[in-house]
C-alpha cells in the first residue's frame, strides 16, 4: 500500500489523488483506520468508528471513481460530530439519554455531501447536547489537544478539532451556536468556519439554540473549508431558517488577496484582559495585511461587552425549551420501574443529563418563567438588535473584521469545570457573531511562546462568505510566508 501523509494532506489534496489514481479511496481509508488506532487512545476524538462500514464504503468509491463518476469529494472520508445525523450512525450528543440511538436519516448537510461522493467513517466527540467550551462535558470523557498536552481542545466541537490537528481526519463537521467550531479550531490549531445563520440547512442537526446553531467545517485549510460549504450551502424546504441566496464558487473566491480592502480592527476585541501574546499574534498579521495593499482601520463594536450576559440568556433559553422532548419516553435511555410519567420523567432526566446541562436547563427555565420573562429574555432580544447592529455599521465601512477568537490559548484541562463564569467569559469574542447571525472563520496565525496555538478571527457581513474567505485566504498565505512555507 502506498505511503500517506495524513497530516499532511488536505482535502483537496486528497480528492486530486484520487482522481488521477494516486491512491485508492480504500488505501486512504485503511491508512486513516490505522491513524486512529494509534492515536485515538491519546486524543480520545472519536466517540465510535464502524471500520467494515467505512471499509465499504471506500470500495463503492473506487467502483465510482473507476466508472468515472463526478464528485468533489468522491472517495474522500470525514468525520462529524455526534449531534449531526447520518442514517445508520449513532447520534448520542455525547448524553447518556441518548445512549443506544440511531439516525434513522441523513441530516440535509449530510445528504449533499454524500451527493459529492463523501465518506463518512465515524462520529466526533463533543461537549453534551453541544453546551460547553472544552469538550470535558462528554459522556465519553474529553477530547485532548493534539497541539497542547494538558490543555483543552475547545468546544463544543473539540473531538473535530482534535481529529483534524491530530492528524486522525482530513476534515470534519461541527457546529457552531456561540462559538463551539472557532474556538476548538482556534485551541487546536486549524480552520473552523462558521457560516451566515441561514446559509446551511440545520435539518438533522439536533437542536441546541434554534436561532443560533449552524454547521460548519473543521479542515486543514481555508480552500478546504470553502470547498465543503460549497457543497452544503443552499436552501432547504425542510428548514423553514433556511436562506435561498445565490452559493457562489467559494474556492475561486478564495483568490485576488486583500490589495484595496479595508479591514477593520474592533478596538473592543483587544481588551486589557487578553493575553499579550495572542494579541501580538493577531496585530502581526494584521501588519501582514497592511503590507499586501489592506487598508487596516480601526472600528467600535461598543455593545460587546454585553454580548456574553445577552447570549446565555438567549442560549439557555431555546435549550430549556428544546431539550424537554429528551424524557425518556420515546428513545434513548430510561429509568428503571416508573412509578408515574413524572417519576419517570424526573429520574431519567436526573440520571442521564450531565452537570452543565442541568445547569443550562435551569437558567433558561428561570429567564422564562413568569416575572422574569420581561427582565431577562425581552430585554436580551433588544440588546442582540444592538450587537447586530454595531456590525452593520461596522460593514458600512470595511470589508471584514479582524480579531482574535479568545482572549486566550487553549487553558488547562479541567479549569473551566472548576470555575464556570470563566468558561463563560471565554467566549466574548465569539458569540456576539452568533447573535448577529454573520459569517465568521478561525485560521491559526501564531503560537504563544509555550507553542500553544493562536487563531485570527476573520468576520463577514451576513452572507457574504465568499469575502470572508478571500480574507482568510490572503491572512493563511501572508502567514505561511512569515513561518517561510505555504499554507
Known amino acids: 500500500m502506498k505511503l500517506i501523509d495524513l497530516e499532511q494532506l488536505s482535502l483537496q489534496q486528497a480528492a486530486t489523488a484520487l482522481r488521477q489514481r494516486d491512491f485508492s479511496s480504500f488505501e486512504l481509508v485503511t491508512a486513516l483506520l490505522e491513524a486512529i488506532h494509534r492515536r485515538q487512545g491519546e486524543l480520545n476524538a472519536y466517540t465510535w468508528v464502524d471500520e467494515q462500514d467505512a471499509l465499504a464504503q471506500a470500495e463503492a468509491a473506487d467502483a465510482a471513481l473507476a466508472a468515472g463518476r463526478a464528485g468533489a469529494l468522491l472517495g474522500v472520508p470525514l468525520v462529524i460530530k455526534d449531534n449531526i445525523s ?16 440511531r439516525a434513522p436519516f441523513d441530516a440535509t448537510a449530510i445528504e449533499r455531501l454524500r451527493s459529492a461522493g463523501a465518506l463518512f467513517v465515524g462520529r466526533a466527540n463533543m461537549d453534551e447536547f453541544a453546551l460547553g467550551s472544552t469538550t470535558e462535558a462528554s459522556c465519553y470523557g ?9 490543555r483543552v481542545t475547545g468546544g463544543s466541537s473539540g473531538g473535530s478539532a482534535a481529529a483534524v490537528a491530530g492528524g486522525i481526519a482530513l476534515g470534519a463537521l461541527g457546529s457552531d451556536t456561540g462559538g463551539s467550531i472557532r474556538q476548538p479550531a482556534s485551541f487546536c490549531g486549524c480552520v473552523g468556519l462558521k457560516p451566515s445563520y441561514g446559509r446551511i440547512s440545520r435539518f438533522g442537526a439536533v437542536a441546541c439554540a434554534s436561532s443560533l446553531d449552524q454547521i460548519g467545517p473543521i479542515t486543514r485549510t481555508v480552500r478546504d473549508a470553502a470547498l465543503l460549504l ?31 480592502l479595508r479591514l477593520g480592527l474592533p478596538r473592543d476585541y483587544f481588551a486589557e484582559g487578553n493575553d499579550p501574546e495572542v494579541t501580538a499574534c493577531v496585530r502581526r498579521l494584521a501588519d501582514r495585511c497592511r503590507d499586501a495593499g489592506a487598508e487596516i482601520v480601526e472600528v467600535g463594536l ?35 420501574d416508573p412509578q408515574s410519567p413524572e417519576d419517570l420523567y424526573c429520574r431519567t432526566r436526573a440520571a442521564c443529563f450531565g452537570s452543565e446541562v442541568k445547569r443550562r436547563i435551569l437558567l433558561g427555565t428561570y429567564v422564562l418563567s413568569s416575572g422574569y420573562y420581561d427582565a431577562y429574555y425581552l430585554r436580551a432580544l433588544k440588546a442582540r438588535t444592538l450587537i447586530r447592529r454595531d456590525f452593520e455599521q461596522a460593514f458600512a465601512g470595511c470589508d471584514a473584521l479582524l480579531a482574535p477568537v479568545s482572549p486566550t490559548p487553549a487553558y488547562p484541562a479541567g479549569m473551566g469545570q472548576a470555575d464556570p463564569l470563566a468558561l463563560y467569559l471565554g467566549d466574548s469574542y465569539t458569540v456576539a457573531a452568533s447573535l448577529a447571525g454573520i459569517c465568521g472563520l478561525s485560521l491559526p496565525c501564531g503560537t504563544t511562546a509555550a507553542g500553544l496555538p493562536v ?32 499554507p
Not at 445508520?88 to 455525547?94: H, N, V
Not at 474529553?142 to 494538558?150: C, L
Open 142 to 150: 474529553p477530547s485532548r489537544n493534539p497541539a497542547a498536552p494538558g
Open 230 to 260: 460549497g457543497v452544503m450551502a443552499g436552501p432547504d424546504t425542510r428548514d423553514s431558517t433556511s436562506v435561498d441566496q445565490p452559493v457562489p464558487d467559494y474556492v475561486a473566491g478564495c483568490e485576488g488577496g486583500v490589495r484595496g
Open 86 to 101: 447520518v442514517a445508520g450512525q449513532p447520534c448520542t450528543c455525547a448524553s447518556r439519554i441518548l445512549d443506544g440511538y
Open 302 to 336: 461598543p455593545h460587546t461587552r454585553y454580548a456574553v450576559a445577552t447570549y446565555y440568556i438567549i442560549m439557555t433559553a431555546e435549550v430549556s425549551a428544546n431539550l424537554a422532548r429528551f424524557d425518556g419516553v420515546r428513545y434513548g435511555a430510561r429509568a428503571d
Open 455 to 486: 487563531g485570527l478571527q476573520v468576520l463577514g457581513p451576513a452572507f457574504a462568505e465568499d469575502r470572508m474567505l478571500r480574507v482568510a485566504a490572503a491572512c493563511e498565505e501572508l502567514h505561511a510566508r512569515e513561518r517561510g512555507g505555504r
